[in-house]
């Protein structure tokens, strides 16, 4: 979540970097501008928006197209993209506001903005993760109505959070007036990144402890599995280790992108060069351009929806093999 704070940092804060590399935090400016030299971070971090727009957006155009995807694992799939989605624009955004209209407000906006869009999309992968769990926890009930309930109500529950703590720098809670407040990724206040920064890693403790009981119920069914054939095959422990790698990649890739800047934004201080927010933010952006491929593209069900989007048919002799939430 903090992660969509610092994003405001980059564009919200019109971040410069002083030609000698001194210190130097990003920070807004009240007065005229002049016209500034392209950031080449800036620039990074508007193109890596484009890139998790467009991709995000193709998912968010597939599963409303196609009837068929509107199970609950599909509905969670679409929120992450639609926050994603949101998180992309709003970079490139703060890249048109950072060089084009530099003000104050619109530098607040931006940085709300930002903070719930990356927000929801951790929320939302948080939300994923609980669902994951309970299609195999509770495999005989998961497809209840009450599943569909629990599914919108986590959805509810974390937009509305995300939108709260968007409102939050809008609403004051920012350090325009008191420069001694700020944080590395201004204009939030230290107060504000370490509120985002500790929601982060709540988030992550919960889906590491998720994702460690999904390894053990995935291989007690596959060993019970094997039990009930009478022996045990080569087949399950390549199937078991599949299973756990995958999702070992899954939440290595989560605290590979946020980790970095999430600590970076707890134990930095707003007079360290703003090269170091920088290289700690872009690769938490590039989290959104993957999760797509995690969550989305790799679905057999989407793969089979995109034939239909692109080619305008289905060809019968391509197989595909549905996949349930709790496929790894």
């Known amino acids: 979540m903090e992660a969509a704070a610092?994003?405001?940092?980059?564009?919200?804060?019109?971040?410069?970097?002083?030609?000698?590399g001194g210190n130097a935090s990003l920070e807004l400016s009240s007065r005229p501008p002049a016209p500034a030299a392209l950031n080449p971070w800036?620039?990074?971090?508007?193109?890596?928006?484009?890139?998790?727009?467009?991709?995000?957006a193709l998912?968010?155009?597939?599963?409303?197209?196609?009837?068929?995807?509107?199970t609950p694992m599909f509905v969670l799939v679409g929120s992450l993209a639609t926050a994603d989605l949101l998180a992309g624009l709003g970079l490139i955004l703060n890249f048109v506001f950072q060089y084009v209209i530099r003000s104050e407000t619109v530098s607040l906006l931006t940085v709300g903005f930002l903070v719930a869009s990356f927000a929801a999309s951790v929320s939302s992968l948080l939300?994923?993760?609980?669902?994951?769990?309970?299609?195999?926890?509770?495999?005989?009930?998961?497809?209840s109505e009450r599943t569909v309930l629990c599914i919108h109500t986590m959805l509810a529950g974390a937009w509305g959070v995300s939108l709260c703590l968007g409102l939050l720098p809008v609403l004051g809670w920012n350090c325009l007036h008191d420069?001694?407040?700020c944080s590395v990724v201004r204009p939030l206040t230290k107060s504000n990144v370490t509120l985002l920064s500790a929601s982060f890693f709540l988030i992550f403790l919960i889906m590491l402890?998720?994702?460690?009981?999904?390894?053990?119920?995935?291989?007690?069914?596959?060993?019970?599995?094997?039990l009930q054939q009478h022996f045990l095959t080569a087949s399950h422990y390549v199937t078991t280790k599949k299973g756990v790698s995958t999702l070992a990649i899954i939440l290595g890739t989560f605290?590979?992108?946020?980790?970095p800047f999430a600590i970076?934004?707890?134990?930095?201080?707003?007079?360290?060069?703003?090269?170091?927010?920088?290289?700690?933010?872009?690769?938490?952006?590039?989290?959104?351009?993957?999760?797509?491929?995690?969550?989305?593209?790799?679905?057999?069900?989407?793969?089979?929806?995109?034939w239909v989007l692109f080619c305008g048919c289905f060809q019968a002799k391509v197989s595909f093999r549905s996949r349930s939430p709790s496929d790894v």
Do not use: F
Not at 43 to 51: E, F, H, I, P, R
Not at 130 to 139: C, E, I, M, T
């Open 6 to 20: 610092a994003l405001n940092e980059s564009g919200a804060a019109a971040p410069r970097l002083p030609a000698g």
């Open 42 to 56: 800036d620039v990074m971090l508007c193109v890596s928006g484009t890139a998790i727009a467009c991709e995000n």
């Open 59 to 70: 998912v968010v155009a597939i599963i409303c197209y196609s009837p068929a995807l509107r």
């Open 127 to 143: 939300a994923i993760t609980v669902d994951r769990y309970l299609s195999l926890y509770n495999a005989l009930t998961y497809y």
């Open 179 to 181: 420069r001694t407040a």
């Open 209 to 226: 402890h998720l994702y460690i009981e999904i390894c053990k119920i995935v291989c007690r069914h596959a060993h019970q599995i094997a």
């Open 255 to 259: 605290g590979a992108s946020w980790l």
């Open 264 to 306: 970076y934004c707890v134990v930095g201080d707003p007079d360290y060069p703003s090269v170091y927010t920088y290289a700690t933010l872009l690769p938490a952006t590039y989290n959104s351009m993957i999760n797509p491929i995690i969550y989305a593209y790799r679905n057999q069900e989407i793969q089979r929806s995109m």
